[in-house]
């Protein structure tokens, strides 16, 4: 019972270059959501994805892009990566609230480091 | 801005005893709350979800709700040093989350 997949789980880049974290969940969930966490600091909404085909910025969008491949995947992108973009990101996935409140669940995380 | 609110901690209870974990909010109209449990270096992992009010149980677990105070809480009993973890509340705000900052929890053997 895989759950939420995030690849890679560690990665390191230099200031520039640009990469894409992946996602993706076997739950038949339609929303998806992108965190980063820092160190001593609370989860914070980078972007999410209330059903295929559709994307909305979160708290902190600057700096990233994302792509809603599918039901199942949904892609985060850093196309020139900054040095405060240093953290640990956290994809998430939920039923819609109309079907009920469901809480979100967590794929392991990213560790992303940019030099 | 909705938010939610948690002392940071840390709060360092014995083994063997009752950890108490509390949590405001300031959307009166908010319906679903979650406890997540995150061991450090680790994801969020959901330990409990509470919708009413009153008291719900699961095993060494409780979660306390009391919408009219705006105020849920947590109860872990018999707490061991592997309940060692940061706590996060958080509250469904329609198709998002919102997320306290989290109460470090330290149990002392």
């Known amino acids: 019972n895989a759950g939420v997949t995030q690849t890679p789980k560690f990665q390191v880049l230099k200031t520039g270059q640009s990469m894409t974290l992946q996602c993706a969940q076997d739950?038949?969930?339609?929303?998806m959501y992108w965190y980063r966490q820092d160190p001593g600091m609370g989860l914070r909404l980078i972007y999410y994805?209330?059903?295929?085909?559709?994307?909305d910025k979160g708290e902190v969008p600057n700096g990233y892009n994302v792509s809603r491949l599918n039901k199942r995947e949904f892609s985060l992108r850093l196309e020139s990566a900054a040095p405060s973009q240093t953290s640990v990101y956290f994809c998430?996935?939920?039923?819609?609230?109309?079907?009920?409140?469901?809480?979100?669940?967590f794929g392991d995380g990213t560790r992303l480091s940019i030099l | 801005q909705k938010e939610v609110e948690q002392n940071s901690g840390p709060l360092s209870v014995p083994e063997g005893a009752i950890a108490s974990l509390n949590c405001t909010y300031s959307?009166?109209?908010?319906?679903?709350f979650f406890w997540y449990r995150q061991y450090s270096g680790k994801s969020p992992e959901l330990i409990m979800s509470?919708?009413?009010?009153g008291d719900k149980e699961d095993g060494r677990f409780t979660a306390q709700l009391n919408k009219a105070s705006q105020y849920v809480s947590l109860l872990i009993r018999d707490s061991q040093p592997s309940d060692s973890a940061t706590y996060l509340c958080?509250?469904?705000?329609?198709?998002?989350?919102?997320f306290g900052p989290g109460t470090r929890l330290s149990v002392l053997p």
């Open positions: 998430a996935s939920s039923k819609s609230p109309g079907t009920g409140y469901q809480p979100q669940h």
């Open positions: 739950m038949n969930h339609n929303s």
């Open positions: 994805s209330a059903s295929e085909g559709t994307t």
């Open positions: 959307d009166r109209g908010s319906q679903s």
């Open positions: 509470i919708y009413s009010n």
């Open positions: 958080a509250v469904r705000d329609g198709q998002n989350f919102v």
